[in-house]
């Protein structure tokens, strides 16, 4: 294990949001290191879908990073709560799934989280484990650490109570049952997303109720989608997969907007911030694609999908022969259009490639001139305008005179 200090404060306290506390945190290490001994990092996943995407890689990488110092990471899979499903966020219930596909998404997940994480430093524990054997008396110690008010103190709760939405005890009570997985883990320190930081109180919080040291809770900044909104998520669609094809994965990662694409390299990459901030947008982002194809796939397929997002995007490859819509004026439905031209087979599949940043406004005078279209009801500034849509669809939209 390494013995300097400094090192492993900075992996943990760099980009973390909220770190509670500092001063416990250093006297945590400073103990385990004088003992020779890891830190117990927890980290907790529902298996509520069957893939990891590059929002959640935000943490794992950091995991990573103390794994290389010696430390241990205890990945929990909530087998047991993704029955119940985390409320964090969600205005609506989320559906309950049934045994086998959380067997099935938790087998996925593992296996693509090993694409970041350290095999031998990792334990895999499955939160069933504990809650399978607890009896009625436990759970009501359980619940009696916490009152109703208390846990009615998240955002999302009370907006839901507000909206009239409903809200299940199931949902009111799920911190409790996670949190009181760090109780059984004896944890350390527990990571979590910003939107996960009630979730990780609870779970110190329980600690001491049940007279054991608090574990130190990190929270880590969300990754925002493509969209350039709300954070990633698959069922937003605006997600880039871990395992999504490397075309696929390299053409996501430029259609970034410019804004946010600064945090991707800051929260994906150990790249100097400062030196890649010296270099033009397009040139950042064509980096930035390299490095995540060529770390989930090889560099050799980085280099061929560099290659021909140029000839298509720089070297203006663009059909001679496209079909042509002539517009009335300067402001254009996106959706209507490409279901009118049968660019896409509804609109429904337009929204969705919309979502996916999977539509590109190109100034047919000037291909160099293109940008990824985010809204549906757009302007352009020329009297023709080339949409490519997904990879081998275009249309020209010229201006009635």
């Given at each position: 294990m390494n013995k300097d200090l400094s090192k492993h404060l900075?992996?943990?306290?760099?980009?973390?949001?909220?770190l509670i506390s500092p001063e416990q945190l250093e006297k945590k290490i400073k103990d385990k290191l004088k003992k020779s001994k890891p830190l117990k990092i927890k980290i907790g996943f529902d298996p509520t879908a069957c893939d990891i995407h590059i929002g959640h890689t935000v943490l794992l990488n950091k995991l990573r990073k103390l794994q290389d110092l010696g430390h241990i990471v205890y990945f929990i899979i909530g087998d047991f709560t993704a029955k119940i499903g985390d409320p964090s966020g969600k205005i609506i219930q989320r559906p309950v799934l049934d045994d086998s596909q959380i067997r099935a998404n938790a087998s996925t997940y593992t296996k693509q989280?090993?694409?970041?994480?350290?095999k031998r430093?990792?334990?895999?524990i499955y939160n069933s484990r504990w809650y399978k054997k607890m009896n009625l008396s436990s759970f009501l110690s359980l619940l009696s650490s916490y009152t109703v008010a208390r846990i009615l103190e998240r955002d999302d709760f009370s907006k839901r109570i507000q909206n009239q939405k409903p809200l299940s005890l199931l949902e009111v009570i799920y911190p409790l049952i996670q949190g009181y997985d760090s109780y059984k883990m004896e944890a350390d320190i527990e990571f979590g997303g910003t939107d996960q930081k009630f979730?990780?109180?609870v779970g110190r919080n329980l600690q001491q109720f049940f007279n054991q040291p608090p574990?130190?809770?990190?929270?880590?900044?969300?990754l925002v989608g493509l969209d350039g909104q709300k954070k990633m998520s698959k069922s937003l669609g605006n997600y880039i997969g871990i395992t999504e094809k490397p075309k696929d994965m390299f053409g996501k990662i430029m259609s970034v907007p410019d804004e946010i694409m600064w945090d991707y390299i800051r929260l994906l990459t150990?790249?100097?911030l400062s030196q890649i901030k010296q270099m033009h947008p397009k040139d950042a982002k064509v980096k930035l694609a390299k490095y995540l194809v060529s770390r989930y796939y090889s560099k050799n397929l980085a280099e061929k999908e560099s290659k021909e997002f140029q000839k298509v995007f720089?070297?203006?490859?663009?059909?001679?022969?496209?079909p042509i819509y002539k517009a009335d004026n300067k402001k254009i439905d996106v959706v209507d259009i490409l279901s009118k031209m049968k660019l896409t087979s509804s609109k429904n599949e337009a929204r969705r490639l919309l979502n996916q940043g999977s539509i590109t406004m190109i100034d047919s005078k000037d291909p160099s001139n293109y940008s990824v279209l985010k809204k549906n009801i757009t302007f352009f500034s020329s009297e023709e305008v080339i949409l490519k849509v997904g990879k081998k669809r275009f249309l020209k939209i010229v201006v009635k005179s």
């Open positions: 900075k992996a943990i306290e760099e980009n973390t949001v909220d989280a090993f694409k970041i994480l350290n430093k990792t334990k895999i979730n990780l109180l574990q130190i809770v990190a929270t880590m900044p969300l150990d790249f100097d720089s070297e203006r490859k663009i059909p001679e022969k496209v």
